[in-house]
């Protein structure tokens, strides 16, 4: 009752390593009252024990609190691009799936790619949005044809499902559409021919 509630009333937190945490509750609210918790003092996994007293003397039966290391599950759901032509790589990789959180975000939280002959390259990735993050493409280590394994780490130990990005040795088709001039005369022809159609790139400007 709010009879109980003075200077000496409170809840008091004692932990596995027997540190004592106590803190008067506010007013009583029907038949409950509401403790805050001693962030403080709660630094490991294992048992708390949470008691009440009215008047700093008599305390109630002690309550037993559990303190777990939670692993947040990440799954990965899909990837964008999920396939990449060798010399050409995206920038970034996007990758949807559940368990993304801005929370999971800290020095250990990373993208991992893993290639067919065991190359590893983690790197920390951004800000979540929504339901998505974006995994940079390490752009050193991708240097063959094959398939590459992505997977996303909260805490640098537990990882997400692998997710298969696929490396392919890309050829540009090229097609003629048209050309100008298509007709010249003998003993005076043109000094060039302009040609016009599909696939034409400097990125095919070799030897």
């Not at 008067?24 to 038949?31: G, I």
């Not at 995994?135 to 280590?141: M, N, R, S, T, Y």
């Amino acid at each position: 009752t709010n009879d109980l509630v003075a200077d000496v009333a409170a809840c008091q937190f004692t932990t596995s390593d027997r540190q004592v945490s106590t803190s008067p509750f506010p007013p009583v609210l029907f038949d409950r009252i509401e403790c805050p918790v001693p962030q403080d003092i709660i630094d490991g996994t294992g048992e708390v024990l949470l008691q009440v007293t009215s008047n700093g003397v008599h305390f109630s039966n002690p309550f037993t609190l559990t303190i777990l290391e939670c692993v947040v599950d990440i799954e990965i759901t899909s990837v964008s691009p999920d396939m990449m032509c060798l010399g050409n790589l995206a920038d970034v990789i996007t990758v949807e799936g559940r368990g993304f959180t801005n929370d999971l975000v800290a020095d250990v939280a990373a993208c991992q790619f893993t290639t067919s002959d065991r190359q590893v390259s983690t790197s920390p990735f951004p800000p979540v949005l929504f339901d998505r993050i974006e995994c940079p493409v390490p752009q050193d280590i991708i240097d063959g044809t094959g398939e590459v394994l992505l997977q996303v780490t909260s805490n640098g130990v537990h990882f997400s499902n692998p997710f298969t990005l696929t490396i392919l040795e890309c050829v540009v088709d090229i097609e003629i559409t048209s050309v100008s001039p298509d007709m010249m005369c003998l003993g005076n022809l043109a000094d060039v021919i302009t040609v016009e159609g599909r696939g034409f790139t400097n990125d095919l400007v070799a030897d």
